[in-house]
């Protein structure tokens, strides 16, 4: 069964409204989540790290104050799109993976949210 | 920066024939390798990992790739592909850990013809 339940799956929103997109871990608790972006007809691009208890990490390129993210606990990362337009639709992931000493473990993706700003 | 190339943006084959899909990843001293499958509007699926050991893996639906450190590549392949078997197949790299901070290449699509 799924290891990651990311929620919804497809979402319509108009521009300048906000939307939250929520990633579950349902195995084990995940202190760190990860956030992808793939515009269509090419591949993943990390967005952020989500560390449970502090403040996300971006990376470069990547607007903190348009995609806010909050990990309020260790099975549950949220990514809220902010003042939404057109350019960010796109197809969001999540990942996690069970943290083990050796990190040999891969990561584990949701579903993925198709989002589509009108 | 750790990057991924995956020459061959789209690629056909019949079913029934034989594939390999190429890949190439950044020097690193200790790369944690993947191939993920994507079929359209869906999710990513792990087709298999190579962390250590054995250069040759075996993944899921009769896929297999071979780690080559001499060449930074990490290759699919499938011996005899099935209709089933078109879809977008990622290249995947980390090394801060298996499931930590993977790069992805730009995917091939793969369509089989009849």
């Known amino acids: 069964g799924a290891v990651v339940s990311q929620h919804p799956s497809w979402v319509i929103c108009k521009s300048g409204t906000s939307v939250k997109i929520e990633c579950r871990s349902l195995?084990?608790?995940?202190?760190?989540m990860f956030w992808y972006r793939q515009f269509p007809k090419q591949s993943l691009m990390l967005m952020a790290t989500?560390?449970?208890?502090?403040?996300?990490?971006?990376e470069q390129g990547v607007e903190k104050d348009k995609f806010l993210i909050n990990h309020a606990s260790l099975t549950l990362s949220t990514l809220t799109v902010t003042s939404a337009h057109p350019e960010d639709s796109s197809f969001y992931i999540c990942?996690?993976?069970?943290?083990?000493?050796?990190?040999?473990?891969?990561?584990?993706f949701g579903q993925g949210t198709r989002l589509t700003v009108v | 920066a750790q990057s991924v190339t995956q020459p061959d943006i789209h690629i056909t084959v019949s079913e029934g024939a034989s594939l390999e899909l190429r890949c190439n990843y950044s020097y690193g001293a200790t790369p944690y390798l993947f191939w993920y499958v994507q079929s359209p509007g869906q999710g990513l699926q792990l087709l298999l990992k190579y962390f250590s050991g054995d250069t040759l893996v075996q993944g899921i639906k009769g896929f297999e790739a071979e780690f080559k450190r001499s060449q930074s590549s990490f290759n699919l392949r499938k011996p005899s592909v099935h209709w089933s078997d078109a879809a977008e197949y990622f290249c995947a790299v980390s090394y801060s850990g298996g499931y930590q901070k993977v790069t992805f290449g730009t995917g091939t699509k793969l369509q089989v013809i009849p």
């Open positions: 195995d084990f608790q995940a202190t760190t």
């Open positions: 989500s560390n449970e208890g502090s403040k996300a990490t971006y």
């Open positions: 990942s996690t993976g069970k943290p083990t000493p050796t990190l040999n473990t891969e990561a584990f």
